[in-house]
């Protein structure tokens, strides 16, 4: 669950979630990364580097140059966690309770 918890939290960041649908139609440079945002080298570094430690994207070495891609395994198992343990209407009986915190609505049925 801890992973679970780590890749949301860097899916909470504009910037990192801008990141990953630049790379969901490919591998992408680092300097291609980048020359799409208003911002320096080292930011753009510290967004790359906590996607990588999540495990959402993985990177190579092709010479002098980074390239990042998705981790689609992993965004699978993200996606079937929020459609079987989020959304699942074995859950929805637990998350609706029977009454709001004052005791006024009955739930529904």
Avoid at 1 to 22: H, N, P, Q, S, V
Avoid at 72 to 90: A, C, V, Y
Wanted: glycine fraction near 6%; charge should be negative; include cysteine.
């Amino acid at each position: 669950m801890e992973i679970k918890a780590e890749c949301f939290k860097a899916l909470g960041d504009d910037t990192r979630l801008k990141i990953l649908m630049m790379l969901s139609d490919g591998e992408k440079c680092a300097c291609d990364i980048q020359e799409n945002f208003q911002l320096k080298q080292p930011t753009i570094s510290h967004h790359m580097k906590i996607l990588q430690q999540t495990g959402l994207v993985h990177v190579e070495k092709r010479g002098r140059w980074m390239f990042y891609g998705l981790n689609n395994e992993l965004l699978q198992k993200l996606q079937q966690f929020i459609d079987t343990e989020l959304i699942n209407d074995n859950q929805l009986d637990y998350i609706l309770a029977d009454q709001d915190c004052d005791g006024t609505r009955n739930k529904q049925t």
